[in-house]
């Protein structure tokens, strides 16, 4: 079966520090590999995903991940976070042909001004 | 408009009473899912189903059921709601099991 773990459950911030928040995944095959954002009082919203290609991926505000086959490992970055970027994201791991998707638990995202 | 929308967005409910979420989506996905997202516990699958014919069970299924009344329509039931099932509850759909998924705006249940 499919896991995924995030290592980092409440992380905090001042305004343009630097990002990581660490995701694993239990599959050795194939993965399809995402990352979610859910702002305060609102649904979650994909920021990147990973299919193929290129292990370094560009999401959307200035979000990017890297897919680490050897290291089962799909960390979220950004350089530079912005107040606004206090969230929660989560991230998730469909591997090869599971018909399910499965979300890590999250990690709370505090940036403060 | 959204495209997947919830109703209601917020219940308040007591013990032992029969409560109804629904789901409608409007993105012509046969894929639609329920979870349930607890603070620490992040997202669970509920029930999920890959067509009006096609129904399975997530991994915490007990308490609850569904309906498939429609590609569009994705209904959730707690038969006799307890006080445990106080959450915030999210429906999603995708095109592909192993694709992006939408989320609705959420439902937030309270269960006295």
């Known amino acids: 079966a499919q896991s995924v773990s995030q290592h980092n459950h409440h992380v905090i911030l001042s305004e343009a520090a630097s990002l990581e928040l660490g995701c694993n995944y239990s599959?050795?095959?194939?993965?399809?590999l995402f990352w979610y954002v859910q702002y305060p009082g609102q649904h979650l919203q994909l920021l990147l995903k990973y299919f193929s290609g290129d292990p370094l991926v560009k999401g959307i505000k200035g979000f990017e991940a890297e897919f680490i086959k050897s290291k089962f490992s799909f960390n979220l970055r950004k350089p530079s976070v912005q107040w606004s970027d206090t969230a929660e994201y989560f991230c998730a791991v469909n591997s090869g042909g599971y018909q399910k998707v499965t979300f890590g638990i999250g990690t709370k995202l505090q940036v403060i001004p | 408009d959204a495209d997947v929308t919830q109703t209601p967005r917020n219940r308040i409910t007591k013990t032992g009473k029969r409560i109804m979420l629904e789901c409608s989506q409007t993105k012509g996905h046969d894929r639609m899912y329920w979870y349930r997202q607890d603070p620490g516990l992040g997202l669970q699958l509920i029930y999920y189903s890959f067509d009006v014919k096609d129904i399975n069970k997530g991994e915490i299924s007990d308490g609850y059921s569904v309906s498939r009344q429609a590609q569009a329509k994705f209904s959730l039931s707690l038969e006799s709601a307890i006080p445990n099932q106080t959450a915030l509850y999210f429906c999603?759909?995708?095109?592909?099991?192993?694709?992006?998924?939408?989320f609705g705006p959420g439902t937030r249940l309270t269960v006295l």
């Open positions: 599959y050795g095959g194939t993965v399809n």
């Open positions: 999603a759909t995708s095109d592909q099991g192993y694709n992006e998924q939408f």
